[in-house]
């Protein structure tokens, strides 16, 4: 099946800094990529869309500037935590669309958890 | 409002014993229905996904059906093992929604020796 990897799977980092995370298709083009925030016990929440090629699509609540989001290429869309705090420490998880695929299967990656000391 | 309503919301199970999760959900026009797995601290994982003509669908011990009339889902696990313990999420698409997902809030199931 479709894989999509995510880098890191865990990260630590002081408050004030910028943590970046990465979410690639391993085996398959996507052309659309999502990016989610899972708080314990809770249900994923979208946060954004990225197409590759153009801005991302922002959730109503989720601050654009603060959560910079780039997809230069077909395989690879980046989550950027700007000036971290640690409120935005969560679970942070990505998918990914199949270019081409008229179901809509979505293929997630193993999450990266963020703990902003 | 398109909602996706899970229940139970936390379940308990001896090994080797049956249960089944249900999904009920007002997304409309429907387009299609996943089951995920989520292991606690990972991804979900995909079970399965059916479309408005499919009413039930396996894949090895989970069994999911769909009555979209009712717009009701259910998935069975068979056997339960204790490596079925994790989160099971329920998620429905709307159609010409592209990827728009509609989440569940999960099933959290726990299977003990």
């Known amino acids: 099946g479709a894989v999509v990897s995510q880098h890191p799977s865990w990260v630590i980092c002081k408050s004030g800094t910028s943590v970046k995370i990465e979410c690639r298709s391993l085996d398959f083009q996507a052309t659309t990529m999502f990016w989610y925030r899972q708080f314990p016990k809770q249900s994923l929440m979208l946060m954004a869309t990225?197409?590759?090629?153009?801005?991302?699509?922002?959730e109503q609540g989720v601050e654009k500037d603060k959560f910079l989001i780039n997809h230069a290429s077909l395989t690879l869309s980046t989550l950027t935590v700007t000036s971290a705090h640690p409120e935005d420490s969560s679970f942070y998880i990505c998918?990914?669309?199949?270019?081409?695929?008229?179901?809509?299967?979505?293929?997630f990656g193993e999450g990266s958890r963020l703990t902003v000391l | 409002k398109n909602q996706v309503e899970q229940s139970p919301q936390s379940l308990i199970i001896l090994e080797g014993k049956n249960c089944t999760l249900q999904c009920n959900y007002t997304v409309s026009p429907f387009s299609n229905l996943r089951w995920y797995k989520q292991d606690t601290g990972r991804g979900p994982v995909s079970l399965t996904i059916?479309?408005?003509?499919?009413n039930t669908k396996s894949n090895g011990r989970y069994t999911a059906t769909l009555d979209a009339d009712t717009k009701q889902s259910s998935l069975h696990i068979t056997a339960s093992q204790l490596s079925d313990s994790a989160s099971y999420i329920c998620v429905v698409s709307a159609r010409n929604s592209g990827y728009a997902l509609n989440f569940g809030k999960g099933t959290s199931l726990l299977v003990t020796p």
């Open positions: 998918s990914a669309g199949r270019a081409g695929q008229l179901v809509g299967e979505l293929f």
């Open positions: 990225s197409n590759e090629g153009s801005k991302a699509t922002y």
């Open positions: 059916m479309t408005f003509s499919e």
